[in-house]
């Protein structure tokens, strides 16, 4: 909870644990780089400006998901994580890849960090090694850090009460196994291309959708107020929940952020159940704001 940068989640949690640090979002809907430099190295960079002003002697890891799913489905830049790794290699500060959404095949790559050809340092996984059958969750370490635990003369001694629970894992290992058979990455690729396109073509045009976007089974269509300024709507007016409502009546349950709403379909949806998502979704945004 100390680590998340969604400040709306930590009142409930406080006071919270002392020493993590957030920095801004690549988002490229939004964010703004300075001129002479591309966005997606300028948002990197604010990770290297945050290491030199704690001391980088004093900073353990970076963590952050490939795509931020809560965050409304935001792909970084082609350019930010390779000027992560590298930036994290310079400082000797470990790069740690959040799968917890974006694993086991739901981007159209086993792991989201393959999209950009980075290898992460430590990888957090959870739902999808299950299908969410089961509550399993996890986490994965490269060799030298491997390595460094299993050579210390100090043990590094940890446990907790469900650890490797035999049910868990066997759920994990045949779900697992069907994924392979059944090239989940491979469909969510090129299902994913499918609803996104079709997205587009509905929605795009619609003079209060700001940017449909998508990686793979996770999609996101935002919405605002003006499409020249990206000004987004009043938060008094709920739009993103009327919308919600909407979908919901039409038959469309997803999850929002903000005037952000976002889609992950399972990996197993026919291309009709693709199309109801499209149909109901341009419904629904008409219903609310009116035709394009």
């Given at each position: ?11 409930q ?8 640090r957030?920095i801004p979002?690549?988002y490229?809907y ?7 430099i591309?966005?997606g190295?300028?948002a ?5 400006l945050a ?12 963590i952050?998901e ?14 930010y ?10 400082y ?10 974006t ?15 980075i ?6 996984f959870a739902?999808?090694?299950t ?11 490269n ?25 868990g ?10 994924l392979?058979q ?9 299902k994913?291309?499918y ?5 587009q073509?509905?929605l795009?045009?619609?003079k209060?959708?700001?940017e ?30 009327r919308l ?5 009546e039409?038959?469309?349950f ?8 976002c889609?992950a379909?399972?990996i ?5 159940t693709?199309d109801?998502?499209?149909t ?13």
């Amino acid at each position: 909870m100390s680590a998340t940068g969604i400040g709306s989640y930590w009142p409930q949690f406080e006071p919270l644990v002392p020493g993590f640090r957030q920095i801004p979002s690549p988002y490229p809907y939004r964010y703004e780089a300075p001129a002479g430099i591309s966005p997606g190295l300028a948002a990197a960079n604010e990770l290297e400006l945050a290491i030199q002003e704690e001391g980088p002697d004093t900073v353990a890891m970076f963590i952050a998901e490939p795509i931020q799913g809560a965050g409304g489905v935001l792909l970084p830049q082609d350019d930010y994580f390779p000027r992560i790794r590298a930036i994290c290699d310079e400082y000797d500060v470990l790069l740690v890849s959040d799968e917890v959404i974006t694993g086991f095949g739901r981007t159209g790559k086993w792991f989201g960090l393959e999209h950009w050809g980075i290898e992460p340092d430590i990888i957090q996984f959870a739902k999808a090694i299950t299908s969410g059958y089961f509550p399993l969750g996890g986490i994965g370490l490269n060799d030298n850090i491997a390595s460094t635990l299993d050579e210390s003369p100090t043990p590094w001694m940890h446990a907790y009460t469900y650890s490797a629970h035999p049910v868990g894992c066997a759920v994990a290992l045949k779900n697992l196994e069907i994924l392979e058979q059944e090239k989940a990455p491979q469909q969510a690729a090129e299902k994913g291309d499918y609803l996104l396109s079709e997205l587009q073509t509905a929605l795009s045009d619609h003079k209060n959708v700001g940017e449909v976007r998508g990686c793979g089974l996770m999609c996101a269509v935002e919405i605002v107020a003006d499409r020249e300024t990206k000004e987004e709507f009043p938060v008094e007016e709920k739009v993103g929940a009327r919308l919600n409502q909407q979908a919901t009546e039409l038959g469309l349950f997803s999850r929002l952020r903000g005037d952000v709403f976002c889609l992950a379909p399972p990996i197993i949806s026919s291309t009709d159940t693709l199309d109801q998502i499209v149909t109901i979704l341009h419904q629904a945004i008409t219903h609310v704001l009116g035709d394009s």
